[in-house]
């Protein structure tokens, strides 16, 4: 099986700038996650989708982050501009559905570690 | 307020010499509760779901436990190839939210 799939894999911009990240989740998982993470700390969730609709974004940075998953499998993370503090590991991640009342295990992509100079 | 808090922050350990990482919460009603163990460079990888006070998992040198309000990682007779951070999460029933504590950096001396 396929695991989740993340690109690029670093990018480096200068603050005030726009980057892009791209997840493609494994095959079936109806839920996807964006984390930040910084250096040292645990992941930190942005946004949560289920299929196409989103459940949970109340830690998105809305000014300047946004995110899209379209037709409910790959989904986009974009921040314009960036600032120095963006500078971490940005985590995909998927699981099966999350709210039927089970806790489903999620599986991670291996990030995009993001530096902005 | 919901929180997760993982303690230690590092742990250096001897080779074989066997130790505990706890998570505690503090969250208004669990519906499960995860172990993730991540390498320096890789996303975290899953190890247990724990989902009520009492239950036990165990995958080879680990074995996660969970009462009402902390889970332990316990580690037998750990190897160099255990080194890596240990991660919790929990899952809240109302919103389906999950929260990461901040990890314990375990290290293995050979």
């Known amino acids: 099986e396929a695991g989740v799939a993340q690109s690029p894999r670093y990018k480096i911009i200068e603050k005030r700038q726009s980057v892009a990240f791209w997840c493609n989740p494994i095959s079936g998982h109806a839920t996807l996650y964006w984390y930040q993470q910084i250096l040292g700390q645990g992941p930190k969730l942005l946004i949560q989708?289920?299929?196409?609709?989103?459940?949970?974004d109340s830690q998105l940075p809305k000014d300047r982050f946004s995110a899209e998953r379209l037709k409910g499998v790959d989904s986009t993370l974009k921040i314009q501009p960036a600032k120095l503090e963006d500078s971490a590991v940005y985590l995909c991640?998927?699981?099966?559905?999350?709210?039927?009342?089970?806790?489903?295990?999620?599986?991670f992509g291996p990030g995009t570690r993001l530096t902005v100079t | 307020e919901d929180q997760v808090t993982q303690s230690p922050e590092a742990l250096r350990l001897q080779e074989g010499e066997s130790s505990s990482l706890n998570c505690s919460y503090t969250?208004?009603?669990?519906?499960?509760l995860f172990w993730y163990r991540q390498d320096p460079g890789k996303g975290p990888e899953f190890l247990f779901t724990l989902y009520s006070a009492g239950e036990e998992k165990e995958k080879e040198r680990l074995k996660a436990t969970l009462t009402k309000k902390e889970s332990f990682l316990h580690i037998t007779a750990p190897k160099p190839e255990d080194s890596a951070t240990y991660l919790c999460?929990?899952?809240?029933?109302?919103?389906?939210?999950?929260?990461f504590g901040k990890g314990t950096r375990l290290h293995i001396l050979p």
């Open positions: 999460a929990v899952q809240l029933n109302r919103d389906d939210k999950i929260i």
């Open positions: 991640a998927s699981s099966l559905r999350s709210n039927s009342g089970g806790a489903y295990e999620q599986y």
């Open positions: 969250v208004s009603g669990l519906r499960g």
């Open positions: 989708f289920q299929n196409n609709g989103v459940v949970d």
